[in-house]
C-alpha cells in the first residue's frame, strides 16, 4: 500500500530508539521528511543517519522534552529547516521513578505527568495553529493499553496516558473541521530498550538474580506471566510504527478522535 506520505513533513518526539525511532523511519520509507527530537544526542545523530541514507531531508534536536524551553528549541528548529510540520506524532513517555502508589512522591508524579502529557500538549498548541492555517495536518498522539486497562506498578504513568487519551479526543472534536485529523494508539507490550530495562528494574526489586539473563529472558520472565498475550508474542516497535504511518496518510482520513490498541488482543474489553 502506497501511502503517498511525499513531501509531507512530520515531527516524531523521543525517536531516538524503540517505538519512536520506528516510527520515523516508517514515515521516512513512505516518503516524508523528518525531524526527530530526544535526550539522547547519540543515539538521536544515529537515526538521523539511518533517515538521510533513504534519501530524507532529517532534522535532529537533543533536548528535554519534559520542560516547555525543550519542547520550544524542537518546534523552533524544526520550523527554521522545513517551515511547518504536517504530521506531528507525540511518542515519548515513560514512567519516572519508582514502582507501587505508596513509593511514588509529587516528584514523581509531576516528572510522569511533564513527560507524558504536557509534552504533547505543548507540541499540540505550538504547531497545530499552522495545520490549522493551511486545513491539512495529522497529530498522533501514543499512549498505552495502560491507559485502559491499567498497570499497578506504574500508577503514575497509566493516570499521564489517561490523560493523553483524553486531549486527542478532545483536539480531534474540537479541529477535524479544519482538516486537522487526531488520533491515539495505544501499544501493548512492545519489546524496547526501555521494556528491557524496565524488566531488570522491576526483577531487582523483587530480589531476584539477574545475573547473565539476556534482554529477551528479561522481558520473558518478568513481564509474560504478568500479560499473557493471546497473539502469542510480545510485540515490536514496527507493529506500531505500520499503524501509525497509515493514520497519517490520506487514506485514513475519515477516521478522527479513535483509541486503538496495537496490542496483541491484550485489552480483552470491546470499548
Known amino acids: 500500500m502506497n501511502l503517498n506520505l511525499t513531501n509531507k513533513i512530520a515531527l516524531v518526539t523521543g525517536a531516538s530508539k524503540g ?7 516508517e514515515l521516512a ?31 535532529a534536536v537533543p533536548a528535554n522534552l519534559a520542560t516547555a524551553e525543550g519542547v520550544q528549541s524542537v518546534v523552533e528548529a524544526t520550523l527554521a529547516t522545513f517551515g511547518r510540520v504536517d504530521i506531528l506524532i507525540n511518542n ?20 510522569a505527568w511533564n513527560l507524558n502529557l504536557m509534552s504533547a500538549v505543548r507540541f499540540s498548541r505550538a504547531l497545530i495553529p499552522g495545520m490549522v492555517e493551511r486545513k491539512w495536518g495529522r497529530v498522533i498522539n501514543i499512549a498505552s493499553t ?6 499497578i506498578v506504574v500508577v503514575h504513568y497509566n493516570s499521564a496516558k489517561a490523560g493523553l487519551v483524553a ?18 494508539v495505544a501499544p501493548g ?16 526489586e523483587q530480589g531476584i538474580d539477574i545475573e547473565g539473563l539476556t534482554p529477551d529472558e528479561l522481558v520473558n520472565r518478568y513481564y509474560i506471566p504478568r500479560r ?40 480483552k474489553s470491546i470499548y
Open 189 to 204: 507490550l512492545t519489546r524496547t530498550p526501555a521494556l528491557e530495562l524496565s524488566a531488570a528494574k522491576r526483577l531487582k
Open 228 to 267: 499473557p498475550l493471546p497473539v502469542g508474542r510480545v510485540g515490536t516497535p514496527q507493529d506500531i510504527a505500520g499503524m501509525v504511518a497509515f493514520l497519517a496518510s490520506e487514506r485514513a482520513g475519515w477516521i478522527s478522535g479513535s483509541y486503538i490498541n496495537v496490542d496483541g488482543g491484550w485489552v
Open 29 to 59: 520509507r513512505e516518503g516524508a521528511d523528518v525531524a526527530i527530537c530526544a535526550r539522547g544526542a547519540k543515539n538521536l545523530d544515529q537515526m538521523a543517519r539511518q533517515l538521510a541514507g533513504l534519501g530524507r531531508q532529517v532534522v
Open 146 to 151: 495502560s491507559a485502559r486497562e491499567p498497570d
Open 167 to 184: 486531549l486527542s479526543k478532545s483536539l480531534a472534536n474540537t479541529y477535524a473541521k479544519d482538516g486537522v485529523i487526531v488520533n491515539c
Open 19 to 25: 517505538i519512536g525511532a520506528a516510527i520515523a523511519l
Open 92 to 111: 515519548v513517555g515513560g514512567a519516572p521513578g519508582p514502582g507501587g502508589f505508596l513509593n511514588l512522591d509529587d516528584e514523581h508524579w509531576l516528572a
